[in-house]
Antibody, heavy 123, light 109 residues
Framework: EVQLLESGGGLVQPGGSLRLSCAASGFTFSNYAMSWVRQAPGKGLEWVSTISYRGGNTYFADSVKGRFTISRDNSENTVYLQMNSLRAEDTAVYYC????????????????WGQGTLVTVSS | EIVLTQSPGTLSLSPGERATLSCRASQTVTGSYLAWYQQKPGQAPRLLIYGASSRPTGIPDRFSGSGSGTDFTLTISRLEPEDFAVYYCQRYGSSPPYTFGQGTKLEIK
């Protein structure tokens, strides 16, 4: 059974940093691109970032480019989202999600999602 | 950037009825790389349809997708109580940025 478990969310002040983790199980993690998608309270879904299956390529939405980084540890089956210079508008539930097809650097057809972790940016 | 516009914003129907949800793109969605997701309150989204019309394993066949180019449709043939949720369309593929539609809320009439 595929499972994605996010952690690391919480309350942080504007300008602060936070690191989210997503532990994966139930599939061959190193074969799939992984993404983060966020959802502000009461709002729709917004793609944030994707990392290729080998980890060599990363992609970001313009809204987070230069502030967020994404990485993965294929030996630990974990993907990370490092968030710096956080703003109030980054407040959202952050979901980790798995791409449907294997061996694609970037596709964003997301067949499994974690339950999300809430990030609140407020003073 | 391709903008996806979903209509209606809210759809009020009764169990057993047929639901038709629309997703219109501002530019042609190449390869019909269009997905539909279902999201219930407090839950993560669930992939319902990909490639405009393909269902992942485990998705009931009352859910169907159609369309190409700029106009796509999600149809739920006979609504079950558990189908009342928010539905999002999304373009995917090898070229970011990726966008989701703003969502259609399917509510019980």
């Amino acid at each position: 059974e595929v499972q994605l478990l996010e952690s690391g969310g919480g309350l942080v002040q504007p300008g602060g940093s936070l690191r989210l983790s997503c532990a994966a199980s139930g599939f061959t993690f190193s074969n799939y691109a992984m993404s983060w998608v966020r959802q502000a309270p009461g709002k729709g879904l917004e793609w944030v970032s994707t990392i290729s299956y080998r980890g060599g390529n990363t992609y970001f939405a313009d809204s987070v480019k230069g502030r967020f980084t994404i990485s993965r540890d294929n030996s630990e089956n974990t993907v990370y989202l490092q968030m710096n210079s956080l703003r109030a508008e980054d407040t959202a539930v952050y979901y980790c999600a798995k791409d449907l097809p294997p061996f694609r650097d970037l596709w964003l057809c997301l067949d499994y999602w974690g339950q999300g972790t809430l990030v609140t940016v407020s003073s | 950037e391709i903008v996806l516009t979903q209509s209606p914003g809210t759809l009020s129907l009764s169990p057993g009825e047929r639901a038709t949800l629309s997703c219109r793109a501002s530019q042609t969605v190449t390869g019909s790389y269009l997905a539909w997701y279902q999201q219930k309150p407090g839950q993560a989204p669930r992939l319902l349809i990909y490639g405009a019309s393909s269902r992942p394993t485990g998705i009931p066949d009352r859910f169907s997708g159609s369309g190409s180019g700029t106009d796509f449709t999600l149809t739920i043939s006979r609504l079950e109580p558990e189908d009342f949720a928010v539905y999002y369309c999304q373009r995917y593929g090898s070229s970011p940025p990726y966008t989701f539609g703003q969502g259609t809320k399917l509510e019980i009439k």
